[in-house]
Nanobody, 116 residues
Framework: QVQLVESGGGLVQAGGSLRLSCTVSGSISSSNVMAWYRQAPGKPRELVAEIPSGGRANYADSVKGRFTISRDNAKNTVWLQMNSLKPEDTAVYYC??????????WGQGTQVTVSS
């Protein structure tokens, strides 16, 4: 059974930093995409950043230059380093794993709150 466990959310002032982590347990394909999504109240869930197991990372325009996604394939772990946080980054952040063929797994979500 595949499980995603997230950590690292919290409350931070605008301009501050947080680092989210997500570890995947269970047997998964070595060919996969790990990603972070977020959902603010009253808004749809949106992609923040994604990183394939053997490719380059992609970012939402709203976070480019501020957030960095990275992964350790041996540890099945993905991180999201968030710098220069803004109040509009406030949301529940979800870790996501995509494996062949179009099978998605989600973490439980971690709250990130940025105060102005």
């Amino acid at each position: 059974q595949v499980q995603l466990v997230e950590s690292g959310g919290g409350l931070v002032q605008a301009g501050g930093s947080l680092r989210l982590s997500c570890t995947v347990s269970g047997s998964i394909s070595s060919s996969n995409v790990m990603a972070w999504y977020r959902q603010a109240p009253g808004k749809p869930r949106e992609l923040v950043a994604e990183i394939p197991s053997g490719g380059r990372a992609n970012y939402a325009d709203s976070v480019k230059g501020r957030f960095t996604i990275s992964r350790d394939n041996a540890k099945n772990t993905v991180w999201l380093q968030m710098n220069s946080l803004k109040p509009e980054d406030t949301a529940v952040y979800y870790c996501n794993l995509l494996v062949p063929i179009n099978l998605r797994y989600w973490g439980q979500g971690t709250q990130v709150t940025v105060s102005s």
